[in-house]
C-alpha cells in the first residue's frame, strides 16, 4: 500500500505562484511513475505532468512552460511548481502514484483545491 497526502493548495490571485506537496508513504520503492491530476466539476481527471523514477518528466500541453514537476527522494515528497496561475487554473490537484509490473496499480491522494481569482 502507498499513502499520499497533498498539501500547498488554497486561495491565489491571478498571476501569483503555488507549490504543491504530495508525501508519500508506505510501499513507494514500487511506485514507477508520480504524477499530478486536476479535476474541475463536471469534467473528468486530467493529468498535469509526471515524472519518473529515472526522473524523465512529461507535461501536456496546457502546462509546458508554467508548471514543473520535481521529486524530493529523501523527504519521499512529489512537487508541483505552479507559475503564473490563471483562473482556468482553479482545480483541485491530485498526487498520483502508479506500478506498472506485474498488475497496474493506482494510489491517489485525497486531493488539494486550488482557486486562482481573477
Known amino acids: 500500500q502507498v499513502q499520499l497526502v497533498e498539501s500547498g493548495g488554497g486561495l491565489v490571485q491571478a498571476g501569483g505562484p503555488l507549490r504543491l506537496s504530495c508525501a508519500a508513504s508506505?510501499?513507494?520503492?514500487?511506485?514507477?511513475?508520480w504524477a499530478w491530476y486536476r479535476q474541475t466539476p463536471g469534467k473528468q481527471r486530467e493529468l498535469v505532468a509526471s515524472?519518473?523514477?529515472?526522473?524523465?518528466?512529461n507535461y501536456v500541453d496546457f502546462a509546458k512552460g508554467q508548471f514543473t514537476i520535481s521529486r524530493d527522494n529523501a523527504k519521499n515528497t512529489v512537487y508541483l511548481q505552479m507559475n503564473s496561475l490563471k483562473p482556468e487554473d482553479t482545480a483541485v490537484y491530485y498526487c498520483n502514484a502508479r506500478i506498472n509490473w506485474p498488475t497496474l496499480i493506482n494510489y491517489w491522494g485525497q486531493g488539494t483545491q486550488v482557486t486562482v481569482s481573477s
Open positions: 508506505g510501499s513507494i520503492l514500487r511506485i514507477n511513475v
Open positions: 515524472i519518473g523514477n529515472s526522473g524523465g518528466t
